[in-house]
């Protein structure tokens, strides 16, 4: 609201420079018009006033835009059926006449210039200077229709382009609920696989090693409130546009490769090249593949061994899982789909598909700044 005010009286302020220069520009040029158009009303009081009521309405052209053209219009009309030269009073009429079709609704910014084209039009056939006849009414019109011409393009111009913003705005929003959906996806399906399998562990062993299942019901509650912490964080970006909290990256794939054993599923990482920062997004992306492909060995692929290695290139991070299963590691659903969302996303690559000697395999290429 303040940046709004402070925008009206620049607005105002920029107005009133305009009317007093076309006040100054009419009061010297006028006198210099009429002497090169015999016939007209010599320069005299009345003459300066009509000049000075033109001009000085159009301070309030953009707060008052149909009662400017008004005043402007009665100013103009009675300026040339008084006889006066012609000159810079047409200047005020053209821009009161542009202001109008520029910010008022096509409709009355239409009927407004018929009005004043008419009221315009009584100089051509009755004046106390030369009448102008039939044959004037050709250039009085184009003083109208040229400014509204003007106007209107300015207007819609103006308009598309706020609806193109608008548009904008709005993909902007359902890419940002589309990301904290894939990063819900994430975090709960992979806290889910993974409580699942060690309350079924736990189930198992609860009549037959009570103290095993002890420690298989101690890792749900630690995968389970390291879920919701992480949810937390994501739900909470929506509610602040941030998190207070680093959002995951590669840095936690020790704790998830913890996470992970303690559901069943021994992962064994590698680590090539010389690690180094990475952008955000390429950092969580990376994680999430590796998140998501692991949970899915978790959830299908039967086996209790799989392979995570990252790779840093020169001028691409690499993330490949490996697993020896049977039921094929890229799950179903929209795990998969996911995956491929983000890194496509960011100018990578993703490839998901069985192994030939058997198992599943996902492979990550995104691209990152090179190595200088």
Same mark, same amino acid.
């Given at each position: 609201?303040?940046? +709004?005010? #402070?925008?009206?009286?620049? !607005?105002?302020?920029? &107005?009133?420079?305009?009317?007093?220069?076309?006040?100054?520009?009419?009061? =010297?040029?006028?006198?210099?018009?009429?002497?090169?158009?015999?016939?007209?009303?010599?320069?005299?009081?009345?003459?300066?006033?009509?000049?000075?009521?033109?001009?000085?309405?159009?301070?309030? +052209?953009? =707060?008052?835009?149909?009662?400017?053209?008004?005043?402007?219009?009665?100013?103009?009309?009675?300026?040339?059926?008084?006889?006066?030269?012609?000159?810079?009073? !047409?200047?005020?009429?053209?821009?009161?006449?542009?202001?109008?079709?520029?910010? @008022?609704?096509?409709?009355?910014?239409?009927? %407004?210039?018929?009005?004043?084209?008419?009221?315009?039009?009584?100089?051509?056939?009755?004046?106390?200077?030369?009448?102008?006849?039939?044959?004037?009414?050709?250039?009085?019109?184009?003083?109208?229709?040229?400014?509204? %011409?003007?106007? $209107?393009?300015?207007? $819609?111009?103006?308009?598309?382009?706020?609806?193109?913003?608008?548009? %904008?705005?709005? #993909?902007?929003?359902?890419?940002?609920? =589309?990301?904290?959906? !894939?990063?819900?996806?994430?975090?709960? /399906?992979?806290?889910?696989? %993974?409580?699942?399998?060690?309350?079924?562990?736990?189930?198992?062993?609860?009549?037959?090693?009570?103290?095993?299942?002890?420690?298989?019901?101690?890792?749900?509650?630690?995968?389970?409130?390291?879920? @919701?912490?992480?949810?937390?964080?994501?739900?909470?970006?929506? +509610?602040?546009? /941030?998190?207070?909290?680093?959002?995951?990256?590669?840095?936690?794939?020790?704790?998830?490769?913890?996470?992970?054993? &303690?559901?069943?599923?021994?992962?064994?990482?590698?680590?090539?090249?010389?690690?180094?920062?990475?952008?955000?997004?390429?950092?969580?992306?990376?994680?999430? $593949?590796?998140?998501?492909?692991?949970?899915?060995?978790?959830?299908?692929?039967?086996?209790?061994?799989?392979?995570?290695?990252?790779?840093?290139?020169?001028?691409? =991070?690499?993330?490949?899982?490996?697993?020896?299963?049977?039921?094929?590691?890229?799950?179903?659903?929209?795990?998969?789909?996911?995956?491929?969302?983000?890194?496509?996303?960011?100018?990578?690559?993703?490839?998901?598909?069985?192994?030939?000697?058997?198992?599943?395999? $996902?492979?990550?290429?995104?691209?990152?700044?090179?190595?200088?």
């Amino acid at each position: 609201m303040r940046e +709004r005010r #402070r925008d009206n009286r620049w !607005q105002l302020a920029a &107005d009133a420079v305009l009317a007093l220069a076309l006040l100054a520009f009419g009061l =010297l040029a006028t006198p210099l018009a009429g002497a090169n158009q015999p016939g007209s009303v010599p320069v005299d009081a009345a003459c300066r006033a009509l000049l000075a009521v033109a001009a000085l309405a159009l301070v309030a +052209r953009r =707060l008052a835009p149909l009662a400017t053209l008004a005043v402007v219009t009665v100013a103009t009309s009675a300026y040339l059926v008084l006889g006066y030269p012609y000159g810079p009073v !047409q200047l005020a009429f053209l821009v009161a006449g542009y202001t109008a079709a520029a910010r @008022l609704p096509v409709r009355r910014a239409g009927v %407004a210039a018929g009005a004043a084209l008419a009221v315009l039009l009584v100089h051509v056939f009755w004046s106390r200077g030369p009448e102008p006849g039939w044959f004037g009414i050709l250039p009085a019109s184009a003083w109208v229709v040229v400014p509204f %011409a003007l106007g $209107v393009a300015v207007r $819609v111009n103006r308009e598309s382009a706020a609806r193109g913003r608008a548009e %904008a705005a709005r #993909r902007r929003a359902d890419e940002e609920r =589309l990301r904290i959906a !894939q990063e819900v996806h994430d975090v709960v /399906g992979h806290g889910l696989a %993974a409580i699942s399998m060690q309350a079924e562990v736990a189930l198992h062993l609860l009549g037959k090693r009570p103290e095993q299942a002890e420690i298989a019901l101690t890792a749900i509650s630690r995968t389970s409130r390291e879920a @919701l912490d992480e949810l937390r964080v994501t739900l909470g970006a929506v +509610r602040r546009g /941030g998190g207070r909290e680093p959002v995951p990256g590669l840095a936690r794939l020790d704790a998830l490769r913890e996470r992970l054993a &303690d559901a069943g599923l021994a992962v064994t990482l590698r680590v090539t090249g010389e690690p180094r920062e990475l952008p955000g997004a390429v950092d969580l992306a990376a994680y999430r $593949v590796v998140q998501e492909a692991l949970t899915n060995v978790l959830r299908h692929a039967g086996v209790a061994e799989a392979e995570a290695t990252v790779g840093y290139g020169g001028d691409a =991070l690499t993330v490949e899982v490996l697993d020896r299963g049977v039921g094929g590691g890229g799950g179903a659903g929209h795990g998969l789909a996911g995956m491929r969302e983000r890194v496509t996303a960011l100018g990578g690559e993703l490839a998901a598909g069985p192994r030939p000697g058997g198992g599943f395999r $996902v492979a990550a290429r995104l691209p990152v700044e090179p190595v200088r």
